[in-house]
């Protein structure tokens, strides 16, 4: 259990933060920037929830949120040794958080016909939101990426990010009425 009886601490006021093993890191590194994506896809799927009823989606959204925090904590935990076993001290994102999402990305596909365009982020503003999350995800997926390419990350965290995104298409769609809502891309529509 996490308790924070004061929010400010002062010791990042030299520019560092610290990580879970107890380093010490320059605000400016990849792995901060990931986490930081990480946070703020985070805030945008929570701005995207209270646009939905109480209700399935919403309860999936709630569930990914704290995912999220699973994989912050995951990037806030170095393994110099490619170690990704979690552990009772070491949070870790699982690949049955990754089969999670690909079942309900398929669930959730299950009710739409297929594409046969390029859709624009928009239709209701619940899909809108669920776009903008979707796009927040993105980055914070490149982030993340940017950081493997330095360091080791869990692959696991990678596929999470990686089909979250998709997910939140799929979601998109659903709440543009299964997909009739849909904006369609009109390529050259305004030359």
């Known amino acids: 259990m996490v308790k924070l009886n004061k929010i400010y601490t002062r010791t990042g006021d030299d520019g560092t933060t610290g990580l879970v093993d107890g380093s010490r890191v320059t605000k400016a590194s990849l792995r901060i920037e990931a986490i930081g994506k990480v946070d703020e896809a985070n805030s945008a799927i929570g701005l995207a929830a209270a646009a939905l009823d109480e209700g399935a ?61 390029f859709i624009l982020p928009g239709g209701s503003e619940a899909a809108a939101r669920t776009h903008v999350a979707r796009a927040g995800t993105r980055a914070a997926e490149r982030a993340v990426t940017a950081l493997a390419a330095a360091e080791p990350v869990n692959p696991a965290a990678l596929a999470y990010i990686n089909r979250l995104s998709d997910y939140l298409f799929v979601l998109a769609r659903v709440l543009n009425h299964g997909g009739r809502a849909d904006v369609k891309w009109i390529p050259g529509a305004n030359r």
């Open 57 to 117: 989606h919403a309860a999936s959204l709630f569930r990914i949120q704290n995912d999220l925090f699973d994989l912050g904590a995951d990037l806030a935990t170095p393994a110099t040794d490619g170690d990704f076993a979690p552990s009772e001290m070491v949070l870790r994102v699982l690949p049955s958080q990754v089969e999670w999402l690909e079942q309900s990305i398929d669930t959730l596909n299950e009710q739409l016909e297929p594409l046969t365009s």
